[in-house]
């Protein structure tokens, strides 16, 4: 399992996204309430560039004419054709098998020394956060 640098967390903010190229696969990552979730940049339908899609919510109801917002950027609609992704799992909001490749993302404080690794450097320590992409 390796290790990508994305960006530091304040080029990150709520709601935002950055797609990045690890090892030759896109992989959008995104801020979603302080929490960071990254996703495959392809949908399984028909291989458009997901992670460029719309960020929405759900419309839930529990009875007629009465209809809730919720989930706000949490879900992820395929550029495409509409499909909907769930960001927090990849699953499809209706009922599919059909799933996008999740990754983990994890917050780390770091020296620059240990994250180039095989590079000449210098003993260099970074003050704000990281946020680095499991693949």
Known sequence: M???VV???SELPPSSRRIVRVNG???GVFNVKGAYYALRNLCPHQGAPLCLGELTGLA??????EIEWTRAGEIL?????GWEFDILN???????KARVK???VRIEKETLERLIDGVESYPVTVEN???ILEY
């Open 77 to 81: 609609r395929c550029p495409w054709h």
């Open 2 to 4: 390796g290790q990508f």
């Open 90 to 96: 990849g699953r499809t909001i209706f009922k599919s």
């Open 60 to 65: 839930v109801s529990d009875e007629p004419g």
């Open 7 to 9: 960006c530091k967390v």
């Open 102 to 104: 999740t990754y983990d």
């Open 25 to 27: 696969r896109e992989i």
């Open 129 to 131: 956060e990281l946020v």
